[in-house]
């Protein structure tokens, strides 16, 4: 996986969930899991396409809570080991799946590397996501370490709806 990442990992989460693995990565990789509780509280996502397998891609369309903004967002899977690691690429991209820039700033970098590693504890699932900008320029380097503070305070939003939707199904 030799993507020239721009420096080491600028966001390092970890939650542990009350769930075990095999169902976490499964709401991580399956469509009829993924689509009920991915993006921010309020918002929603309409899944184009997702095929979450090291090669395969996925493409939604998320709208703000507020209904005013609409978002096109696809990965591009790099590498998927059931049930303990999910790393893509995600970048904004248009319907058609080409990447584009952000709409909210010219200087945010066109991809986002994303780690997900997944072990299990004990019935409970510890998930570690790491994620940093790829191919940047050093302009889109310094505006993603601008955002790190709000992309960890949206992270961790979009994790309370998967712990929500975890304990739902479990």
Known sequence: MDNNL??????????????????VFKAWTELGHFAKWWGPKGG???????????????LGIQTAPD???????????QEVVEPEKVAYIRSFSDEQGNTVRAPFSVSWPLE??????????EGKTILNLKGCPV??????????????PKLQQDIEGTFD??????????
């Open 161 to 170: 709806k998967l712990a929500d939707y975890l304990a739902f199904l479990h």
């Open 112 to 121: 986002i590397m994303n780690i997900i590693s997944l072990e299990d504890d």
């Open 135 to 148: 191919n940047a320029s050093a302009e889109e380097q310094e505006a993603y370490k601008g955002m790190v």
């Open 67 to 77: 209904g005013n903004q609409v978002m096109w967002t696809k990965f591009a899977y």
């Open 6 to 23: 721009s420096q080491l990992f600028e966001i390092s989460i970890t939650r542990v969930f009350n769930a075990p693995r095999e169902l």
């Open 44 to 58: 929603i996502l309409e899944i184009v396409k997702m095929d979450a397998h090291s090669g395969g891609e996925f």
